[in-house]
């Protein structure tokens, strides 16, 4: 079993960035693919990107691609977002899951969640 526990939320005005860390318990990170999804208000979570074991496959949703970056250091147990040129669409709660698996933009193959961090993006 491993708990997940995001950082790094808070408001930001558009185009700015933010930096959101997910911090693994209980199990090393390296044995998880690991995600980052987001859901607003009123939608379903959806994917945002993911980063297999080893950091050698990297996927993006169309709508982040070119502005955030996923990264992992395994010896610290922690995942990463890197959020530039932030938008007001971009406004959600963001949460980090690893998949036990490989990685995958599926919210169902993912095995374990944190409990969100709020994003929120002003005009």
């Known amino acids: 079993q491993v708990q997940l526990v995001e950082s790094g939320g808070g408001l930001v005005q558009a185009g700015g960035s933010l930096r959101l860390s997910c911090a693994a318990s209980?199990?090393?990170?390296?044995?998880?693919?690991m995600g980052w999804f987001r859901q607003a208000p009123g939608k379903e979570r959806e994917f945002v990107a993911a980063?297999?074991?080893?950091?050698?496959?990297?996927s993006y949703a169309d709508s982040v691609k070119g502005r955030f970056t996923i990264s992992r250091d395994n010896s610290k147990n922690t995942v990463y977002l890197q959020m530039n040129s932030l938008k007001p669409e971009d406004t959600a709660v963001y949460y980090c899951?690893?998949?036990?698996?490989?990685?995958?933009?599926?919210?169902?193959?993912?095995?374990?969640w944190g409990q969100g961090t709020q994003v929120t993006v002003s005009p």
């Open positions: 899951a690893a998949d036990f698996g490989t990685y995958s933009v599926s919210v169902s193959a993912y095995d374990y």
């Open positions: 209980g199990r090393t990170l390296s044995t998880y693919g």
């Open positions: 980063i297999s074991r080893g950091s050698g496959y990297i």
